[in-house]
């Protein structure tokens, strides 16, 4: 990896239409910047628990069936496996001397290894670009950085256009912001609701609540590292989408009809995953001098 | 008729009352976002620029949900009779729907929303058990042929739910012992790319997703009823539809879950001299004709009770939900049980707004950009 001021042959996912309508603005590509972080999903956290401890001392009893609940040891390794795959990306971002990552797509790929063992793998991907200030346009070439106020690159899922779009609008990209929640579903409920055309309550919550925790968590982060006030706290968040993914505890062969069966509770992943933006620092000639007015047109290419 | 009866979203009996309030992580969350200032959208640039341009501002990303067991209810019918409506569904499918929307109202007007926009209603099926081992089931029929086992192996019939696995562990096993491989999952039990949940047969989660939005006059954008408006909208329909005049006053759907015996189902055959003749299934016709136009005419109902002048972006879908007996040769088993169809219609209804009557030019242009690519990297940009 070059550290060169401008590399000139850099390596990038863009479009042709994203690299036109970025190097008009002055912005030039730094390299395809990748991320990853593995990890177990040890899904021995979630499903019936034994607590002896609590059966001996306690009023607790031996085995705890399965509830319909956060698994909050899942959802913290699942939300450090993120950050670490988008951090290791700013940080290959800092190195090629990038202002900022575009086009970051999150990447997640479900592995069962041997021994039993359910690896989950985070790809963060996206393009590197820096502001060129001999090469920019006339009228912006002072135009202050994007960085971030500790000097890190900011990271963003916005393609080219849209990126330029909203420098235009007066606004900048600040990171990639996800949150997490996994939840498991005690599937024993379900034998309450026999034969009747009516609402599953207990589920809808325990759906609702995860979606929501989801993007509450997105938010705290947000704050616990910019607070308001703080020159890169966020105004927003565009683009947000809540995901979902399952981790079903995994048995090989037969035994597997047990789980399709429903005796084993399913596991599922929540994800938010969002751009969050900030307005730019006053006086930033990036900022559209008029309101761009939209045009209504017709295309003639069909 | 007499069974056109509007279906009421009253609630249906069952077990456990539903859930009536938002989850705590919601209130949390709406706080916060107040408390911040801080707007979250899944709006994409653009329609979050033209959002603004219209005189909006996004509030927050909102939604609701509800999981719903549908009982499937086959009608006993006289043989030879029409086909006819399946009303306890009709309410059942209704009511999910209702209470995901009306969760994700609650949520809106917990912003302080005027309304939604972009509101994607998404219905879930694959808590269903079976359908779920159906997918695992084709892709090791389709390895297994790939291998050289023939059909008549891999072709289980009507146990196969019971059977497909031990057959094909059997086949998976004898493979890796030929390949020399240490025993190892076999490729259709890795967990598949979308969530999958066996929540049990006949459960059917509905969400309705979307971004609240304020408008920045004193003008009041919520609907009569005084509920914020919800619409299935993009930003770049939005904003053509206020520029030009018009409000969003609020969603408005039908929907009809109707069987048609099998006997509406049977071409006729020839008789002994006579071949079988190409012709209409007049049974079937009408019985889809009846069914789709019972679905519209109470999304005319809803309109009507908007005091709508109009709806637009009308959307019919035809569903056949997961309360098929087996997923063997779904086909040709709608022959002997009857087809169960749900028609739904959907559309967002507008009023014109006083006092404006701001004229859109449209303008042609050729686009020079390649249409494939912009699809590729999700840039929205026709």
Known sequence: ?302 | MSHHRPPPPGPAPGPVPPSPALPRHAHERIAEMKAKKLFTCDLSINEFLLVKEAGFDCLGLVMGTSIYQVVPTVPKLEKGSPGCEVYEMTKALYHARDLAMSRMEQEAEELGGDGIIGVRLVVNLDGDPQRLAWKQYRQWQAWAHEQGYPRRVTNLGASWFSTWQRVAWGQWTLWCQRMGWPAQPAPWSLPPREASYALGQNVVEFMAIGTAVKHRGPESFKNKKGKPFQSDLTGQEFWMLVRSGYRPVGFVMGNCVYYVPPWLLKPTTGGFFTRAKSCELSGYTHGLYDARELAIERLQWEAEALEATGVVDVTVTEHSHAWQRSYVNLGNAALTTGEMIELFVIGTAVVPMPGADRKLQARLVHIANDRREAQRFGGREE
């Open chain 1, 1 to 302: 990896m070059t550290t060169a001021q401008r590399p000139v042959p850099a390596l990038s996912d863009l479009s042709v239409t994203e690299f036109l309508t970025l190097s008009r603005m002055g912005f030039l590509p730094h390299g395809l910047v990748v991320g990853a972080s593995v990890y177990e999903a040890d899904t021995s956290a979630s499903g019936a628990q034994i607590d002896l401890w609590g059966a001996l001392f306690g009023n607790a009893p031996l085995v705890r069936p399965v509830q319909t609940e956060e698994v909050v040891a899942l959802s913290e390794a699942v939300r450090a496996a993120r950050m670490l795959a988008i951090e290791r990306m700013r940080m290959q971002a800092a190195a090629v001397n990038a202002e900022g990552v575009v086009g970051v797509r999150l990447d997640v790929e479900h592995h069962l290894w041997r021994g039993n063992h359910q690896v989950v793998k985070f790809v963060a991907v996206g393009t590197a670009i820096g502001f060129d200030h001999a090469h920019g346009p006339e009228e912006i070439r002072g135009a202050p950085t994007l960085r971030l106020a500790n000097g890190a690159p900011f990271t963003s899922d916005l393609s080219g256009q849209d990126f330029v779009a909203l420098l235009q609008a007066g606004y900048r990209p600040v990171t990639v912001a996800s949150g997490t929640c996994v939840y498991q579903l005690n599937l024993q409920e379900l034998g309450r609701y026999q034969g009747y055309n009516c609402e599953i309550a207990e589920y809808t919550r325990a759906f609702f609540d995860a979606r929501e925790t989801a993007m509450a968590r997105l938010q705290y982060d947000l704050f616990s590292w910019w607070p308001v006030g703080h020159p890169d706290a966020p105004t927003g968040i565009v683009g947000m989408t809540v995901s979902e993914t399952a981790h079903r505890p995994q048995l090989m062969g037969p035994a597997r009809n047990a789980v399709v069966a429903g005796s084993m509770a399913p596991v599922v992943e929540f994800t938010a995953v969002g751009t969050a933006i900030t307005p730019l620092a006053p006086g930033d000639p990036r900022r559209a001098k008029t309101t761009v007015k939209p045009l209504v047109v017709v295309p003639l290419d069909r």
